[in-house]
């Protein structure tokens, strides 16, 4: 007889372990933006930015690294530190 795969569906158990991990997450990211010396933080569309200048900004990504961007007239790009 053959068996189908089926599907894997999130348990309240495993949708609160993702939480707690995404909420860890945030507090480490946040301790590393915080440790940025003269920067603002900023929450602009769900994302938290922190700002050196008014055109100058880093993330901090998944990974715990730093990322710089400039603000332009034509849009956001990437920056070195």
């Not at 995404?22 to 440790?35: P, R, S, T, Y």
């Amino acid at each position: 007889m053959t068996k189908t795969l089926g599907t894997v569906l999130s348990t309240a158990e495993s949708l609160a372990r993702g939480d707690v991990h995404a909420a860890w997450l945030a507090g480490q990211q946040h301790k590393v933006g915080a440790a940025l010396n003269g920067c603002a933080a900023r929450t602009i569309g769900g994302e938290t930015r922190y700002y050196k200048t008014a055109t100058r900004y880093a993330v901090v990504s998944r990974g715990m690294q730093v990322r710089w961007f400039e603000v332009r007239a034509d849009g956001d790009y990437p920056a070195r530190a």
